[in-house]
C-alpha cells in the first residue's frame, strides 16, 4: 500500500464546477519517497496540491484520494494535517514581537532551531534572534516557514516550488532541504517546473492538461519534459488531450 493514492481523479473549476484543471488523474506516493511532479504553467500542479492537503473549496469531482489506505476526500485540513500531511504556504504568517527561535519552539517544542535554519540557507546565528515580521524578506520568511515543515517532520510534505520558496533556493540548498525530509522518513511531493530540481527525486511524473502523461526515473521524464516545450499549457494544440 502506498502512503499517498490519488486515483483517478476530476476536479472542476467555475461556477458548476465544468472547466476541468484535473481529468482523471493517478499518482502514487511512497514512504519516504520524494516523488518530483513536473509540469508548466497551467497543467494543475497547485490545484492537486490544494486537493491533497484538503484546502477550502477544493474536492474531487470523482475519482479517491486515500493515505495510509484512508478515503479523505471530504475530511477537513486539520484532520488531513493530523494525519500527518503539511504544506509550506505560499505567504507564510508574520508574528510581531516573536522571535524566530521562539517561532521555531512554538510550533515545536524541544526542537533545535538552529539546525533546521542552517538546512534551509539561513545562518542560526543572524536569524535565531530577529523578529519574524514585516522586517524579514518573503524569501526569508519562506526560509523560516520551510524550516518549521521540516521541524514538524510529517509523513508527507507538499513542496509547490514557488509557494513554498524552494525557487528561491540555490541547488545546493535544495539538496539539503531534501535530505533532511529523507533523513527524518519524510515523503516528499516536489511540485516544480525545473527539471534540474526534479533530478533531486527518488521518482518523478509529468502533469500535462490535468493528467500523468509520463512516470518513471527523473532524468527519463525529465528528458521526456523538455523534448515538449510548452511554456503554457494549452489543450487545443495538445496532442495529450
Not at 68 to 78: A, C, S, T, Y
Request: with cysteine; charged share 20%; aromatic share 4%.
Amino acid at each position: 500500500m502506498s502512503l499517498l493514492e490519488v486515483q483517478d481523479v476530476v476536479y472542476g473549476a467555475g461556477s458548476e464546477k465544468r472547466t476541468h484543471i484535473l481529468t482523471g488523474l493517478s499518482l502514487t506516493v511512497e514512504q519516504g519517497e520524494v516523488h518530483a511532479l513536473l509540469g508548466t504553467n497551467g497543467t494543475g500542479k497547485s490545484t492537486l496540491a490544494y486537493l491533497i492537503m484538503g484546502c477550502e473549496g477544493y474536492r474531487p469531482s470523482s475519482g479517491e484520494i486515500r493515505f495510509n489506505g484512508l478515503v479523505m476526500n471530504d475530511l477537513p485540513i486539520h484532520e488531513r494535517a493530523r494525519l500527518g500531511i503539511t504544506m509550506a504556504w505560499q505567504e507564510p504568517v508574520r508574528f510581531e514581537g516573536i522571535t524566530v527561535r521562539d517561532y521555531l519552539i512554538m510550533k515545536h517544542p524541544g526542537t533545535d532551531p538552529a539546525q533546521y535554519l542552517a538546512r534551509v540557507g539561513l545562518a542560526p546565528e543572524l536569524y535565531i534572534g530577529r523578529m519574524v515580521d514585516k522586517c524579514l524578506s518573503g524569501g526569508e520568511r519562506k526560509r523560516i516557514e520551510l524550516a518549521s515543515v521540516l521541524a514538524l517532520k510529517p509523513l508527507l510534505a507538499i513542496l509547490d516550488e514557488p509557494d513554498s520558496g524552494i525557487d528561491m533556493l540555490s541547488i545546493h540548498d535544495v539538496i539539503n532541504v531534501i535530505k533532511a525530509f529523507r533523513t527524518g522518513g519524510t515523503a516528499v511531493l516536489l511540485i516544480t517546473h525545473r527539471e534540474e530540481i526534479a533530478g533531486i527525486a527518488d521518482r518523478a511524473s509529468q502533469l500535462c492538461h490535468g493528467k500523468i502523461i509520463c512516470s518513471g526515473a527523473p532524468g527519463t521524464v525529465a528528458e521526456h519534459y523538455k523534448t515538449q516545450k510548452c511554456e503554457l499549457c494549452n489543450p487545443v494544440e495538445c496532442h495529450y488531450v
